[in-house]
Structure formats: structure tokens, C-alpha cells
């Protein structure tokens, strides 16, 4: 009977740490190698402008406007 209370702890604490591990990781991809005005889309793809508001107001003069769904684009 010990043997299988220690065996389930074993069992539930790597999941537990499984669950860590791809928690953190997930958000360290969606961060770089897109350039100065870039991010990354729903799909992981690197497109261009409308999240970076200091980008957008060293450019044009203003932030960037929102245009829905939780998008902001940098309108020129």
C-alpha cells in the first residue's frame, strides 16, 4: 500500500512539473526575432507593426490605434 501512495506522489509531482515546464516556454516563443515594430500572430508568424507603442510614436507622432478584437495597428 505504501508502495503505490509513493508511487502516485511520484506520478502527480511530474506532472506537475510537465505542466511548469510548458507553461514557461510557451511565452518565451512568442516573444522575439521580429524586428523593432514586430510580433507574433495568433499562428506564431513574425508580422509587422501595431503592438509596439513607443515604435509607433517615435514614427508618426502617435500610439497606435485600436481597431478591434484587441488589435492595435500603427496607422500612419
Same mark, same amino acid.
Given at each position: 500500500?505504501?508502495?503505490?501512495?509513493?508511487?502516485?506522489?511520484?506520478?502527480?509531482?511530474?506532472?506537475?512539473i510537465?505542466?511548469?515546464?510548458?507553461?514557461?516556454?510557451a511565452?518565451?516563443?512568442?516573444?522575439?526575432? #521580429?524586428?523593432?515594430?514586430?510580433?507574433?500572430?495568433? @499562428?506564431?508568424? #513574425?508580422? @509587422?507593426?501595431?503592438q509596439?507603442?513607443? @515604435? #509607433?510614436?517615435?514614427?508618426?507622432?502617435?500610439?497606435a490605434t485600436?481597431?478591434?478584437?484587441?488589435?492595435?495597428? #500603427?496607422?500612419r
Amino acid at each position: 500500500m505504501k508502495l503505490v501512495k509513493s508511487l502516485r506522489t511520484v506520478v502527480l509531482l511530474g506532472v506537475v512539473i510537465g505542466a511548469t515546464t510548458l507553461s514557461s516556454v510557451a511565452p518565451t516563443f512568442a516573444l522575439g526575432a #521580429c524586428g523593432r515594430n514586430g510580433h507574433r500572430n495568433p @499562428w506564431g508568424n #513574425c508580422v @509587422w507593426g501595431g503592438q509596439n507603442q513607443s @515604435w #509607433c510614436l517615435r514614427q508618426t507622432g502617435h500610439t497606435a490605434t485600436y481597431v478591434g478584437n484587441g488589435v492595435y495597428r #500603427c496607422l500612419r
